[in-house]
């Protein structure tokens, strides 16, 4: 078959959950399965099809633990991940890769079993050119070498992955996320139904005219696609790809219509994953990139100051004043997202990439000439989220009044540690060390006090968010 990984799936040495039959809430795996299948109006002797689109962390573990979870139960359903062709694995990676093979034994007897340990061997001596789609049929993702995943059917070509799947899982970066689209929209024109879509992705971009709003990636996928938006859902939490993979106990949202949210949050919680539901899609996948903009400076902090603890504590308080700021321009009722949002702040800042990156930056191991794309990381989905952001909160439209100066102005005037990130990622005016003389500003106010202009004041701008 032209552009797939062809791979009889071993579920013997997987990462499993220890029994195919375990029951969640009363229900066993095949009851969920069959619950899910009849909402979609499968039939017997009729598989469903989940397809992963974009093989990063997130959206390789999503579809790993789907596999380890379903994926016994071939003649229901069928599970595959797309990614790009021709990605090289370097050198220094392939060793890597090796080493990581040979200290798991379950990993290296199930290579050798299927006749695929060699090539690693081959790598290793710099004899083979490894490619990521070629490893990922093997359970290893590119961005996380040091968590073997079970094997995976792969399929590198877009319209064979997606042209009669029944949910397609969304694992593209924000920033990727319309073109990718797009160019599936072009293999869904003769389709009778819609499929549903659940997407992972973080992120946002703005659009200016004809007012400013956010444009969220469930938002890009409906407008490529024409799939309504009530069959497009979000999941999110606070939550690190490798650890949920390993068992560590996790939780997260899924939202969106009622249709779709509560019976797909069964179909995916599992004893370790427990996923809640919310109605509310826009805004929480709206915080989903928020987060990963100040991510980033508390690794630039972090770096600078050797990891005092008094200095993240002091850019944390301030960095969660300007969020719930930010939030109450964007929500009605904003009290409803601190939890979820400072959960998934908190996870992001202790271990995320964004964070990571930050670090790297101020260490000056990274360079802004790099990109954002980073080798074994993915796409560090903060920097456009920081331009975005930035973009939107400067329009006067927007105009809110200086508590201090008793004018109007604009809101990100009232969000230093915003403006700075701007300053240093996108106009690359200031230097990492930037983000230290804004936490230090002697003029600054008490960050009580933005959180109080917050409350105090009506912010909430509807149309932000496209609720007219």
Known sequence: MVGTIEAPIDTTANNTNGSHLHHTNGSTVEEKLDELRALLGKTDGNPL??????????????CALLQDAYGHLREKVQIRIWRRPGRAVDRATAEHLFEVINSREDVLR????????LKYVEGRLGDRTLYADEILRDGFCLNMIDTPLCPMKVVTNLQEAVWDADLVI???????????????SKYWNERIGHPVIISLAKGIEASIDPVPRIITPTQMISNATGVPIENILYLGGPNIASEIYNKEYANARICGSDKWRKPLAKFLRQPHFIVWDNGDLI????????KNVYAIGAGMVAALTNESATSK????????SEMIYITHLLAEEPEKLAGPLL???YVTLLKGRNSWYGQMLAKRELSLEMGDSIKGKGTIQGVSAVNA????????SLSVIHPEAKKPVAPVELCPILKTLYKILIKRELSTEAILQAIRDESMYDPRERIEIAQSHSLYRPTLLCHH
Request: some cysteine.
């Open 49 to 62: 099809k989940i397809v992963g689109v974009g093989a990063g962390a997130w959206g390789s573990v999503f």
């Open 110 to 117: 199930r290579l050798i079993r299927r006749c695929a340990y």
């Open 170 to 184: 969304n694992g593209v970066p924000s920033t990727e996320t319309r073109e990718v689209f797009e160019e599936i």
């Open 283 to 290: 805004t929480h996948e709206v915080m989903g990139g928020l």
């Open 313 to 320: 504590a002091v850019y944390f308080a301030l960095c969660t």
């Open 343 to 345: 959960a998934d702040t």
């Open 389 to 396: 952001f930035y973009e939107l909160l400067s329009q006067d």
